[in-house]
């Protein structure tokens, strides 16, 4: 009797454990595990923007964010890209968009007499809404920087192309690095922005979704070049122009940061063609910017000094001048309505504004 009930919970025993291993390896398991696995790989490091492909990180911010929550800088530099003109010397060297600002930092030290240092938050075509989400990532931290200095121009404002906050090029880089709090919440303009902000900010598979896309598409266009096509695919070449060529860079391979020294050589060797695609892209900027887009990017800029005022950080609004060929683009009116709304913002006690545009001397 004694053997027949060894016998028995032994059975049950290996029944109750292939039950847990059946379980355990069935393929809905198996799938929740591979997806944990590959979120936590995901947040060590984008490995496939590190392979050169156009991702969520297309503008470096997540290492940059880091860093200065490590060193925490006296300035940060934010908004749009063409801020870090003031970093060139009279020769026109060190414009460019790394890290550190070497020039600009070295003046601000000479004109302060102490030390001072930098960091660069600044990326191409960034929206206030973007500056004030990095401006929230930066804050959290108790040495967050006292002073920011914000660059921003009229294109910043009425660029529908960005009007909607997760189509700018950032918001997923910068999500999780942006606190979930009810305050930033109640900020986002609707009921998509806060569900975008939170996926990205906390499933990282959903933030590099379309970064998995952009291989898969690169492979696929790459392969099939192999093929007697009619007509190869849309890539920028050598020339530095887009056009259905087989030798260049897809779109899911440009990656404006690590091609710096490309558009340096554009600029060298055709002036002409760089001023003339910046003048097609102004002037369609132009045309189409929205009162709608003007609203929402003004409601991030007020949100951005709020915070500002409540962490103690002084705001340097800087507008950036144009160039009269470029000036001359803007519709009549458009940019004395612009003068306006950024002298309503100097009235803020913890806000300066610099106007490049209005008073270059």
Not at 47 to 61: E, Q, S, Y
Not at 209 to 215: E, G, L, Q, T
Not at 254 to 277: D, G
Not at 282 to 309: D, K, P, W
């Amino acid at each position: 009797m004694t053997d027949a009930i060894d016998e028995n919970g032994a059975s049950r025993s290996s029944a109750q454990a292939d039950r847990i291993w059946r379980a355990a390896t069935a393929v809905p398991v198996l799938t929740v595990f591979l997806l944990i696995v590959l979120d936590l790989v995901l947040r060590q490091g984008n490995f496939i923007d590190a392979m050169g492909f156009h991702t969520v990180d297309v503008w470096g911010l997540p290492a940059r964010l880091e860093l200065c929550k490590k060193t925490a800088p006296d300035v940060a530099l934010v908004g749009s890209s063409l801020l870090l003109v003031l970093n060139q010397d009279e020769q026109g060297r060190h414009f460019y968009s790394g890290v550190y600002p070497p020039h600009f930092q070295e003046l601000l030290s000479r004109s302060t007499r102490q030390p001072v240092t930098c960091i660069n938050l600044c990326t191409g075509l960034q929206m206030p809404s973007e500056t004030y989400l990095i401006a929230e990532a930066v804050m959290g931290q108790s040495n967050h920087p006292p002073v920011m200095i914000l660059g921003i121009a009229l294109r910043d404002f009425i660029h529908d192309q960005y009007a909607l906050e997760w189509s700018c090029d950032s918001f997923a880089s910068i999500a999780p690095y942006v606190p979930l709090s009810l305050n930033v919440l109640s900020q986002m303009s609707s009921a998509t922005a806060v569900r975008e902000l939170v996926l990205c900010h906390i499933w990282y598979l959903y933030r590099d979704r379309i970064d998995f896309k952009s291989v898969l598409s690169a492979w696929t266009k790459n392969f099939l070049e192999l093929l007697p096509l009619d007509m190869p695919y849309p890539r920028l070449g050598f020339d530095h122009t887009w056009r259905p060529q087989r030798r260049g860079f897809l779109h899911e391979t440009w990656v404006p940061r690590q091609q710096e020294k490309f558009t340096e050589e554009i600029y060298r060797t055709r002036p002409q063609f760089l001023k003339r695609f910046f003048r097609n892209m102004q002037a369609g900027i132009y045309r189409q910017g929205s009162e709608s887009t003007m609203r929402l990017q003004t409601h991030y800029l007020e949100a951005l000094i709020r915070t500002c005022q409540e962490r103690d950080v002084q705001l340097v609004v800087v507008n950036m001048p144009l160039s009269p060929e470029f000036q001359r683009l803007v519709p009549p009116g458009l940019y004395d309505t612009f003068g306006r709304f950024l002298r309503y913002f100097a009235s803020f006690p913890n806000v300066a504004v610099i106007d490049f545009y209005n008073q270059p001397e």
